[in-house]
T-cell receptor, first 118, second 110 residues
Framework: NAGVMQNPRHLVRRRGQEARLRCSPM?????VYWYRQLPEEGLKFMVY????????ESGMPKERFSAEFPKEGPSILRIQQVVRGDSAAYFC????????????????FGSGTRLTVV | LAKTTQPISMDSYEGQEVNITCSHN???????ITWYQQFPSQGPRFIIQ???TKVTNEVASLFIPADRKSSTLSLPRVSLSDTAVYYC???????????FGTGTSLTVIP
């Protein structure tokens, strides 16, 4: 049972290009979360999705950022017209149940995608 | 969204026990306390979770006093490979997101 798979591990984009980050949750997990981590900082929540639905996108910038979790395939975090300030590590986590508490607790994180905007 | 406060950094010698304390003064009744470990260039990894009193697993122990406004992660006999950032989170089964804070950067010295 593979863990949370994120790809690519490293992504370099020029300013103004688009970045697409993919996340395949653990088998059986239908809850996906995206977090962003700037250098020397903790992880900041961006968006929480269930299959085909965005549940909470309160942490995601209103412009240029979007996320989806289609019925089939991985979750995608899309950043349009990237700027240098978008350079960060983007982590995806998945869980079996919402909230991560109780017998089926735990969020499993992927290894992240490191986006560098040049 | 319950926030947490931890020391920014700690140093310890190999073989010693390390205790990292976290404050979560506005923890709610349904909240659990969870600790994650993060190595450079990797995603956070679950260590332990508890609600009250003491929880122990093969990696660590978690001590939670009766008022639950703080918790202490205890790592027995640390090794160099335990050098990492440790995050204390307050999690709820009705929540969508968690506050990671800046974590505690633990450095184990030979």
């Amino acid at each position: 049972n593979a863990g949370v798979m994120q790809n690519p591990r490293h992504l370099v984009r020029r300013r103004g290009q688009e970045a697409r980050l993919r996340c395949s949750p653990m088998k059986g997990h239908s809850h996906v979360y995206w977090y962003r981590q700037l250098p020397e900082e903790g992880l900041k929540f961006m968006v929480y999705l269930q299959k085909e639905n965005i549940i909470d996108e309160s942490g995601m910038p209103k412009e240029r950022f979007s996320a989806e979790f289609p019925k089939e395939g991985p979750s995608i975090l899309r950043i349009q017209q990237v700027v240098r300030g978008d350079s960060a590590a983007y982590f995806c986590a998945s869980s079996l149940l919402r909230g991560g508490t109780g017998p089926n607790y735990g969020y499993t994180f992927g290894s992240g995608t490191r986006l560098t905007v040049v | 969204l319950a926030k947490t406060t931890q020391p920014i950094s700690m140093d310890s010698y190999e073989g010693q026990e390390v205790n990292i304390t976290c404050s979560h003064n506005n923890i709610a009744t349904n909240d659990y306390i969870t600790w994650y470990q993060q190595f450079p260039s990797q995603g956070p990894r679950f260590i332990i979770q508890g609600y009250k009193t003491k929880v122990t697993n093969e990696v660590a122990s978690l001590f939670i006093p009766a008022d639950r406004k703080s918790s202490t992660l205890s790592l027995p006999r640390v090794s160099l490979s335990d050098t990492a950032v440790y995050y204390c989170l307050v999690m709820t089964n009705t929540g969508n997101q968690f506050y990671f804070g800046t974590g505690t950067s633990l450095t184990v010295i030979p």
